[in-house]
């Protein structure tokens, strides 16, 4: 004998309401949260190296890896504090393990949080962590085919950043190539063109992410 | 791969709705996906498998419809449709 249970119930990927449940908090401490998705070795903590100085004292970073703290310490050395959650297996921070990270991790004073994520492009396109924007980081040495092969990464995010563009000379890689295709997902999705190295850029994207916290409060 | 959580709040589901039939075992349970969720079919179907052992719903068989795009809010969910419970 069977019994069929008619539901008709949607669900959600779990996470989802704890990630709605940190973006409340957030919300009410004044702080806009970004978080970056980039392919490991796309420049994620060197960019935030290079934005950390501007913000000193009123930002704050969370490094997502499988293993090591290598990233926080860079983050710590460029002077802001940081926290570094280890996923052991996980290609992608979900929101269980912010949520953990900030039982030790105090978000008091701060008015921006970076949320570095696991060096991916594919999974953690999938994943709310309770942030305002997320935005993608390709290199110009990683090929601009990427927001091509990666739509979704390019449709979640609300800018691309390029970095590495003193490399441009000795690479080929096409901008606007890149531009168009990150658009083909996200219609008018702003394209900084950076460089920690010599600072090009880094300051636009600095303002424009001002802007849009400045927008949401 | 996101089809991990999805599955992880489907067996939640499916094992909340089975728990009111203390014998029986869930045989098959059917879910319609919306085209945004971007599910890879065999990976959710790996993903409940792998959840499910040693739970009423171990082994049970997962029917999935893919649903095309239509500009509704179906585009953007999972949905359980139903539950087939077996003695």
């Given at each position: 004998m069977s019994k069929t249970i008619k539901l008709e119930q949607k669900v959600q990927a779990k996470g989802h309401e704890l990630a709605a449940e940190l973006r409340e908090l957030f919300r009410s401490k004044g702080i806009f949260v970004v978080n970056l998705i980039g392919s490991p070795g796309s420049g994620k903590t060197t960019l935030l190296q290079a934005i950390a100085p501007k913000v000193r004292g009123r930002a704050a970073v969370i490094e997502g890896d499988l293993a090591t703290d290598v990233d926080k310490r860079r983050i710590e050395e460029a002077g802001l504090r940081a926290h570094q959650i280890n996923t052991v297996g996980a290609c992608h921070l979900d929101a269980m393990?912010?949520?953990?990270?900030?039982?030790?991790?105090?978000i008091e004073g701060i008015d921006l949080l970076f949320i570095e994520n696991v060096g991916?492009?594919?999974?953690?396109?999938?994943?709310?962590?309770?942030?305002?924007?997320?935005?993608?980081?390709?290199?110009?040495?990683?090929?601009?085919?990427k927001p091509a092969k990666y739509p979704k990464a390019m449709r979640v995010a609300s800018a691309l950043i390029v970095t590495k563009a003193d490399l441009l000379p000795h690479v080929r890689c096409?901008?606007?190539?890149?531009?168009?295709?990150?658009?083909?997902?996200?219609?008018?999705?702003?394209?900084?063109?950076?460089?920690?190295?010599?600072?090009?850029?880094?300051?636009?994207?600095?303002?424009?992410?001002?802007?849009?916290?400045?927008?949401?409060? | 791969m996101h089809e991990m959580s999805f599955a992880e709040e489907v067996l939640d589901v499916v094992l909340r709705e089975a728990s009111a039939y203390p014998?029986?075992?869930?045989?098959?349970?059917?879910?319609?996906?919306?085209?945004?969720?971007?599910?890879e079919p065999a990976s959710l179907r790996f993903s409940l498998e792998a959840i499910s052992l040693d739970t009423p719903a171990e082994g049970a068989e997962l029917e999935?419809?893919?649903?095309?795009?239509?500009g509704g809010a179906g585009d953007g969910a999972l949905t359980i449709e139903e539950i087939e419970l077996s003695e």
């Amino acid at each position: 004998m069977s019994k069929t249970i008619k539901l008709e119930q949607k669900v959600q990927a779990k996470g989802h309401e704890l990630a709605a449940e940190l973006r409340e908090l957030f919300r009410s401490k004044g702080i806009f949260v970004v978080n970056l998705i980039g392919s490991p070795g796309s420049g994620k903590t060197t960019l935030l190296q290079a934005i950390a100085p501007k913000v000193r004292g009123r930002a704050a970073v969370i490094e997502g890896d499988l293993a090591t703290d290598v990233d926080k310490r860079r983050i710590e050395e460029a002077g802001l504090r940081a926290h570094q959650i280890n996923t052991v297996g996980a290609c992608h921070l979900d929101a269980m393990m912010v949520r953990d990270a900030l039982e030790t991790f105090s978000i008091e004073g701060i008015d921006l949080l970076f949320i570095e994520n696991v060096g991916n492009l594919v999974c953690p396109a999938s994943f709310e962590l309770g942030e305002d924007i997320k935005v993608a980081v390709v290199s110009v040495t990683e090929g601009d085919d990427k927001p091509a092969k990666y739509p979704k990464a390019m449709r979640v995010a609300s800018a691309l950043i390029v970095t590495k563009a003193d490399l441009l000379p000795h690479v080929r890689c096409d901008i606007d190539r890149m531009t168009r295709d990150a658009r083909e997902q996200v219609p008018d999705m702003p394209v900084f063109v950076t460089s920690a190295e010599d600072g090009q850029g880094v300051d636009d994207l600095l303002a424009w992410i001002l802007e849009r916290a400045r927008a949401r409060a | 791969m996101h089809e991990m959580s999805f599955a992880e709040e489907v067996l939640d589901v499916v094992l909340r709705e089975a728990s009111a039939y203390p014998d029986a075992r869930i045989g098959r349970v059917r879910v319609r996906v919306g085209a945004l969720l971007a599910i890879e079919p065999a990976s959710l179907r790996f993903s409940l498998e792998a959840i499910s052992l040693d739970t009423p719903a171990e082994g049970a068989e997962l029917e999935i419809i893919e649903e095309p795009l239509d500009g509704g809010a179906g585009d953007g969910a999972l949905t359980i449709e139903e539950i087939e419970l077996s003695e």
